[in-house]
């Protein structure tokens, strides 16, 4: 007999379940770990140990009414782009969605134009729109009867040309997000609602949007966050964004590289915000879906350490 065949002993029984059960080995796991834990060693090494960082310099920055201006400008860029944008996106969606030929061709040619363009270049034609047209006017065509006329140069500022920028650009994206939202909604519901005289609008409010939101709300929040560093284009046309506001500290000071850093740790403390904002909006949508809710980050803590007060974490809401 084999040495290693599960002959029943003396008493009966199989040897092989008294022999003791030894976890897998994973050797090429703990080489990984090691690389990783070396590579972060070594870029905290060079953060520490190099001066050209300049850390003295960033920290004199991080604060400065430059920065903080710059900071509170790209915060307001974002917002009213994203405002603007999905606003602009839920029409379009539904134009988009219509049985009008009309209206869904018109969304579609909007879509095409904008999310087909690079942004910087739609920057830099609203930006420079009077060379196209020195005045905007607002009449009947073909008659030579203008209501409204306009100087482009007094009309389009560069912080409207930012916002006009920026805002378009993300409608286009917004209204395919939507519509995808949209149409993942089963025609069951909106077969029912319509069944009993509720209204196209009143559907889309009551019905459609509030469970299409599970499905918008995380490519709409990675939106947000491209948003928040895409407004950074607009330096090109000299609005005072965060990072005008670096480039014009440094290109007085030629410190170059720490003000860049000022502005890099802004970023990721703005999008570190955004980020939780976005993960606790999805956690509120996800509760008709989800049985048990993902933890939150201090529900995490509270597990991790053995702390349970309340509710279990897998059930809070």
Not at 48 to 61: C, H, L, S
Not at 74 to 81: P, V
Not at 107 to 134: C, D, E, I, K, T
Not at 259 to 270: D, G, H, M, P
Request: aromatic share 10%.
């Amino acid at each position: 007999m084999s040495p290693h065949s599960s002959a029943p002993d003396q008493t009966g029984q199989d040897r092989t379940i008294h022999q003791p059960i030894r976890p897998a080995r994973h050797p090429g796991r703990w080489v990984a770990i090691a690389f990783v834990v070396l590579l972060v060693a070594m870029f905290v090494n060079t953060l520490i140990t190099n001066p050209r960082f300049e850390w003295p310099v960033v920290a004199q920055y991080f604060t400065s009414g430059t920065i903080l201006l710059g900071v509170q400008r790209t915060l307001e860029l974002t917002a009213i782009a994203m405002l603007s944008g999905v606003g602009l996106g839920v029409v379009l969606a539904v134009m988009r969605l219509s049985p009008n030929p009309v209206l869904s061709s018109a969304s579609w040619l909007f879509v095409w134009f904008f999310r087909g363009s690079p942004l910087l270049v739609q920057l830099l034609l609203w930006y420079n729109l009077s060379a196209l047209f020195p005045d905007i006017s607002l009449g009947i065509p073909f008659t030579g009867v203008e209501f409204i006329k306009i100087d482009a140069n007094v009309l389009i500022t560069p912080y409207l040309a930012a916002l006009l920028g920026l805002g378009l650009n993300e409608a286009a994206y917004s209204a395919e997000i939507i519509r995808a939202g949209i149409i993942s909604i089963d025609h069951g519901q909106t077969e029912a609602a319509q069944s009993i005289g509720m209204s196209r609008g009143r559907l889309l409010r009551r019905v459609v949007l509030p469970q299409a939101m599970r499905v918008i709300i995380p490519p709409l929040g990675n939106d947000t966050i491209n948003m928040l560093k895409m407004s950074a284009l607009v330096s090109i046309i000299a609005v005072p964004e965060l990072l005008f506001a670096a480039q014009t500290i440094y290109s007085r000071t030629f410190e170059t590289i720490p003000l860049l850093l000022v502005a890099v740790i802004w970023y990721l403390i703005v999008v570190s915000v955004l980020s939780a904002i976005q993960y606790y909006i999805e956690r509120y949508y996800a509760r008709g879906a989800s049985r048990n809710l993902p933890l939150t980050p201090l529900q995490a803590l509270r597990k991790f350490f053995g702390i349970r007060f309340g509710a279990r974490p897998s059930t809070a809401r």
